[in-house]
Every structure is written in C-alpha cells, then in structure tokens.
T-cell receptor, first 111, second 114 residues
Framework: DQQVKQNSPSLSVQEGRISILNCDYT??????FLWYKKYPAEGPTFLIS?????DKNEDGRFTVFLNKSAKHLSLHIVPSQPGDSAVYFC??????????FGAGTRLTVKP | NAGVTQTPKFRVLKTGQSMTLLCAQD?????MYWYRQDPGMGLRLIHY???????AKGEVPDGYNVSRLKKQNFLLGLESAAPSQTSVYFC?????????????FGAGTRLSVL
C-alpha cells in the first residue's frame, strides 16, 4: 500500500517559469516530510524538508508547502533552471526509521 | 569527500546464487539503511541499523539479511537470489539526532537476477 503518492510521473516547464511538484499522503501519523532530487546514475540527494508543525519552508528558489488537512504537500521551484531537470522524490516519516517515498516525478526544464 | 560508497555498481546473478552488497560511509553516521527501487515505485526500506551491531527490519525484508559489524559498513546479503529481487539497491546513512531524517545516499547497485 503506497502511503505516499506522486501522481504525475513527469512535468515539463520552460526555463524561468515556476515548477510545481505535488505529493499526497494517506497516513496522518507522518510528522516530517522531505524532497529528494535524483540525477541519472546517482543516488538521491536531500533538497528541502518541512515539519508537520509548519505549513511552509523556503530555501532559495525552493519552497515546500504542507496542507495537513488535505494530506498534501508541494514543491515550488522559482525560477526553474535547466540544471533542475531531475527526478524528484517526496518522502514522509512517522518515526525517524520509517520513511516512505513516492514513486517520483521527472522534471524537465527546457531552455 | 566519498560520502556513501556502494560496491558493486552492477551485478548479474542466476536464480539461487548468493551475493553480498557492501555499503561504506565515511561520515561517522550512526544510522544506515538499505532500500530497493523498482519501476513505478518509490524507494522501499529493506533493513536498517541504528548503530554498530544492531539491525532491524524495514518494509520489505524477506529474502535479505544484513550485518553491521563496523560502524562504517552495512552489508546486504541475498542468500538465494530470485528474479523478484531484480532491482536497483540504494544504501543511505544519516547522522542521528535532530538530523536523523536527512539521509545521504550512495549511487546505487543495479542487480539483475536471471
């Protein structure tokens, strides 16, 4: 049973525009959420996170929004750059040793 | 700045063969993890360790065993490989404490079982 879902397998945006990646979860016990970025032939790398006590966290061009009532989080990238092209994984944790990942969204940023 | 290193990078096995995947981290992290990634699915936790000498089961532990004899190494064993274990395997480590959730991943091992 997939407790973390990324319903869009792919997303294509123009350079300079906003990229919005979405993630839904089913387990209300999750209390920490993360986004990872993965380039081909590399492991995922941590991008940004948010605790369930917050609804927004910002780091440079990256902002994560959390809507607990809807069990939904999103990652905004503004402005998008070609180097942002990668697979983005959403992850959620209910204790620090039980992290569940979504299937990923492949982002393509076109020059 | 090696971080998390996985060996081998690729392996092809026949059904019933055994093998061990090695994960080594040089960041002095307490926690280590083994995941598998299959097409259309997220990473799924196989086993993890919260410190030297400890191991615990994750979401999909069947068919795998692990050992953490040294803090820096976490071994994943397949005793009798099956085609269903064809996957990409990722090892990760995390420092523990308030940064436990942030995991650092290796580049992966692509395993094919024929």
């Amino acid at each position: 049973d997939q407790q973390v879902k990324q319903n869009s397998p792919s997303l294509s945006v123009q350079e300079g525009r906003i990229s919005i990646l979405n993630c839904d979860y089913t387990n209300s016990m999750f209390d920490y959420f993360l986004w990872y970025k993965k380039y081909p032939a590399e492991g995922p790398t941590f991008l940004i996170s948010i605790s369930s006590i917050k609804d927004k966290n910002e780091d440079g061009r990256f902002t994560v929004f959390l809507n607990k009532s809807a069990k939904h989080l999103s990652l905004h990238i503004v402005p998008s750059q070609p180097g942002d092209s990668a697979v983005y994984f959403c992850a959620a944790s209910k204790n620090n040793n039980d992290m569940r990942f979504g299937a990923g969204t492949r982002l393509t940023v076109k020059p | 700045n090696a971080g998390v290193t996985q060996t081998p990078k690729f392996r092809v096995l026949k059904t019933g063969q055994s093998m061990t995947l090695l994960c080594a981290q040089d960041m002095n992290h307490e926690y280590m993890y083994w995941y598998r990634q299959d097409p259309g699915m997220g990473l799924r936790l196989i086993h993890y360790s919260v410190g030297e000498g400890t191991t615990a089961k994750g979401e999909v532990p069947d068919g795998y065993n692990v050992s953490r004899l040294k803090k820096q190494n976490f071994l994943l064993g397949l005793e009798s490989a099956a085609p269903s274990q064809t996957s990409v395997y990722f090892c990760a480590s995390s420092p523990g404490g308030v940064a436990k959730n942030i995991q650092y991943f290796g580049a992966g091992t692509r395993l094919s079982v024929l």
